[in-house]
Structure formats: C-alpha cells, structure tokens
C-alpha cells in the first residue's frame, strides 16, 4: 500500500488523525513543556487543487463535506477552525498536514522535530515550517530518529504516521512504541494504520500489546466493510498509553465520519 500524504491529504482518515492529534496536544500541553516528534511528516501543507488530490479526489469525499456539515461534533472544531484559517472564503484550497498544525500549536516552552526520509518532501516540509520557533526537521528514518531523539524525561508526543510503502511498517511501528516507551516511560505515542483486512490489523494489535507495558487506547473507523483486503476500507488510531479521558472525543469523531462519510460505516474505541 502506498499512503503518501500528498494523494491522500484531506480525507476520512486525516480527519479522525487531526482531530485526535490536535485533542492530544492540547491535554499534553496542559501539564507543561512538551516535545513532539513526527516520524513521517510528509511535506505539511497540501494543495487541494494540486494534481496529486485531484486525481485522488479524497479531499472532496473528507474535508469539504465536514466543513459543509451542519451536524459535525464539537470534536472535530478545533481542525475545523485551523483549515478555515488557511482558507478564509470559498471551498478548501489549502489542508494543514500535522507539521502545520504541531507548529501553530507550540508555545515557547515546547519544541518539535519534523521527520521525512524522501528528499523532496523534505525540501517542502522545510520551507512550510521556515521561521517557526522550536522546530527543527531532519532528512532521516523517522522510526530510528523517534527512538534517537527521545527525551529521556519530560512530556513527549510521539506521532507515527507512515505511508505503509515498507513491507515491516507494522511491526516497525511496534519497535518504535517499545522502544520510545522504554527511553522515557512518560512518552505518549499516537500511531496511524490504515484498514484493509481483520488479520493484518489483529496481528498488529497483538503485537502491540505483547510489547508495551499499561494500557493502550484502539480507535477504529470503518467506512465500508474489511471485505476486499486490497482497499483501505478504514483507518485505525493506536495510543500509547490511552487516556481514558480521551475516548469520548475519539468516539465522537470515528463514529461521525464513519456514520456521514462512510458506506456501512461504524466505528469503535476500546482499551488495547
């Protein structure tokens, strides 16, 4: 499967990742200085008219009808109000991948290293968050980095969110909660993965939690049924320790965009 950002951005499952990361940042944040590292931060801010979201036109299936919505919930206010910032009159143009909105987020007491492996979203990445305080990118492996560049103490947000181009991405996302969790026991790590089939994503689910020590948080979106394992037919959330405080918002936002975007859709979110 081949996830990249720019073909994809805008769509169900950057919804459910952005508000939960944005619902995430916020938590962290209220109990002090934060670092935040992202494994895979693609090139941070995507064009909508641009030829690689055209051709997909997932955009129009995912931000564009929730910026539309009448009955959207409060959990999905936050990244509503970040991608009308970006496009102030008219339709989305213009959506804020998690580096831009990591970077509007950051106080002066926090910080945020942007990772991406590809030389030319690199580039981007580098010219989208140019002049933003406390934010460094690398041109590197973001698994290896992530474990690299944990503070051994503090808050740390950890997001893995790769484009499943590697054969071993899931069990490299296993490795990197393991051993992030292992440098700092306080690191909070949120991981994305797509949907294809039950036995790919149970297999990833018991790995994940024969490998960390305390509770996960699962948030599952099901837009069609897991019946054609050679589709994304949804998305799911893995969070490291899992809040519990935080169900009720993630429930609010897989169950709507299941429900309103999705054919069959349903969503659930339990304890790993």
């Known amino acids: 499967m081949n996830y990249r950002h720019a073909f994809h951005a805008g769509n169900f499952a950057d919804l459910v990742k952005h508000a939960a990361l944005l619902a995430l940042l916020e938590r962290?944040?209220?109990?002090?200085?934060?670092?935040?590292?992202?494994?895979?931060?693609?090139?941070g801010l995507y064009d909508l008219?641009?030829?690689?979201?055209?051709?997909?036109?997932?955009?129009?299936?995912?931000?564009?009808?929730?910026?539309?919505?009448?009955?959207?919930?409060?959990a999905f206010t936050a990244l509503k109000l970040a991608v009308q910032t970006?496009?102030?009159?008219?339709?989305?143009?213009?959506?804020p991948g998690s580096p831009w909105l990591i970077a509007q987020t950051l106080r002066a007491t926090d910080r945020y290293l942007a990772c991406e492996l590809r030389p030319d979203?690199?580039?981007a990445l580098r010219e989208t968050l140019k002049g933003k305080a406390n934010v460094r990118t690398l041109c590197a492996d973001g698994y290896e980095a992530a474990v690299r560049e944990t503070p051994t103490a503090g808050a740390?947000?950890?997001?893995?969110?790769p484009p499943f181009e590697r054969a071993d991405d899931?069990?490299?996302?296993?490795?990197?909660?393991?051993a992030v969790r292992r440098r700092n026991p306080a690191a909070v790590v949120l991981a994305w993965l797509p949907l294809k089939d039950l036995e790919t994503f149970?297999?990833?689910?018991?790995?994940?939690?024969?490998?960390?020590?305390?509770?996960?948080?699962?948030?599952e979106t099901r837009m069609r049924?897991?019946?054609?394992?050679?589709?994304?037919?949804?998305?799911?959330?893995?969070?490291?320790?899992?809040?519990?405080?935080?169900?009720?918002?993630?429930?609010?936002?897989?169950?709507?965009?299941?429900?309103?975007?999705?054919?069959?859709?349903?969503?659930?979110?339990?304890?790993?």
């Open 170 to 178: 899931y069990e490299a996302i296993v490795r990197t909660v393991q």
């Open 121 to 123: 979203e690199h580039a």
């Open 156 to 161: 740390v947000l950890v997001l893995i969110d």
């Open 49 to 74: 008219a641009g030829p690689e979201a055209q051709r997909s036109g997932e955009a129009a299936a995912g931000i564009v009808q929730l910026i539309a919505a009448k009955d959207a919930p409060p």
């Open 28 to 43: 962290l944040q209220a109990s002090g200085p934060l670092a935040v590292i992202d494994t895979h931060a693609g090139r």
């Open 86 to 95: 970006l496009n102030p009159s008219g339709p989305p143009r213009s959506y």
């Open 225 to 272: 049924p897991l019946d054609d394992p050679m589709r994304m037919n949804g998305c799911a959330l893995a969070l490291v320790p899992g809040p519990l405080d935080l169900a009720p918002i993630l429930e609010a936002a897989c169950g709507w965009t299941a429900g309103a975007l999705g054919d069959r859709g349903f969503a659930r979110v339990y304890r790993l």
């Open 202 to 219: 149970d297999a990833f689910r018991r790995a994940l939690e024969d490998a960390v020590d305390g509770p996960g948080l699962i948030a």
